[in-house]
């Protein structure tokens, strides 16, 4: 049997895409007003199980069941160019799934419950026969709420040992909308071979200057929103801040609109960085609002 050499295997798991969960994670932390000082174990081991294994599993799923398309968009991945030979990228997948539940064990029913629901949307994402990603709507969906949502409802529901305060789900929910716009943004690199392959991502479906325009509005409302409600809760410098960190993605929406396909990964550089600040700004906002409400 040809092994695979650990720089393929380390490719395969992407510690690029692990940031987006850890750092939502952090803002469930920071949002739950708990103090870390003595919870430091869980902090740790929330931050590790939401990147280096879940998110690190959805990618060796989706590499494993995406090898034709990637063979057409992506050949020099590591499962097509058969750096990673025979079926290493599903054991791989299996065994980093274990792993993650056993991980996940340690951080209470609450931390259990929330792997178990974000390791079945990594498999249903590219699994046959859900396989989320054939339609760009569920597919985006069930992304943004795993690398925001998700985590940053586990990481205040963990430091709770309760379910997390209505207002904490509510700036959640409506991150882990945005993202869905994010997720169409990274779906631009793979027009041609999700055309071919009948996968229905939004740019596929709808073309890529369409897409582009919806995924910015789709990022855009659950910011305004945000805003509105850090106001209401009388937390106006909060909301200030978040208001400026849109107001220059809204500058660079226009710069990319200009050339969407070629200016997306770009964009996910700059334009997503401000997002994900203004989400800590709004755990920060929470935290001092509703300090440690149940």
Avoid at 65 to 78: C, K, L, Q, S
Avoid at 187 to 192: A, G, I, N
């Amino acid at each position: 049997m040809a092994y695979p050499t650990p720089s393929a295997v380390l490719e395969l798991l992407k510690p690029i895409t692990w940031f987006a969960p850890m750092w939502a994670y952090g803002c469930g932390v920071v949002s739950s007003g708990v103090p870390a000082a003595d919870r430091w174990p869980l902090v740790i081991a929330g931050v590790i199980l939401a990147g280096p294994l879940i998110c690190a599993t959805s990618q060796a799923v989706n590499d494993w069941y995406d090898r034709d398309v990637d063979a057409i968009n992506e050949p020099n991945r590591p499962i097509p160019s058969g750096r990673l030979p025979g079926r290493w990228g599903f054991y791989i997948a299996l065994g980093w799934t274990a792993l993650s539940l056993l991980v996940a064990s340690a951080l209470g029913p609450w931390g259990m419950g929330a792997a178990v629901v974000g390791l079945a949307l990594a498999w249903a994402y590219s699994a046959p026969p859900i396989r989320l990603k054939r339609n760009g709507w569920w597919g985006n969906a069930a992304v943004g709420a795993c690398y925001e949502g998700l985590p940053w409802f586990t990481g205040a529901a963990v430091m709770l040992a309760a379910r997390p305060d209505w207002r904490i789900l509510a700036l959640a929910g409506l991150y882990s909308v945005g993202a869905h716009g994010i997720m169409t943004l990274n779906d631009f690199k793979s027009v041609e071979g999700d055309r071919r392959m009948g996968i229905a991502s939004l740019p596929a479906s709808l073309g890529v200057e369409r897409a582009a325009r919806l995924a910015c509005v789709v990022m855009v409302v659950p910011q305004v929103a945000v805003v509105a409600m850090l106001a209401l809760w009388q937390r106006p410098v909060h909301a200030a801040i978040v208001a400026l960190l849109l107001g220059a993605q809204l500058f660079l929406m226009f710069r990319l609109l200009e050339s969407p396909r070629e200016r997306a990964p770009w964009y996910n550089a700059t334009g997503t960085s401000l997002y994900v600040i203004g989400m800590l700004v709004g755990a920060f906002a929470l935290r001092q609002t509703f300090p440690g409400v149940p």
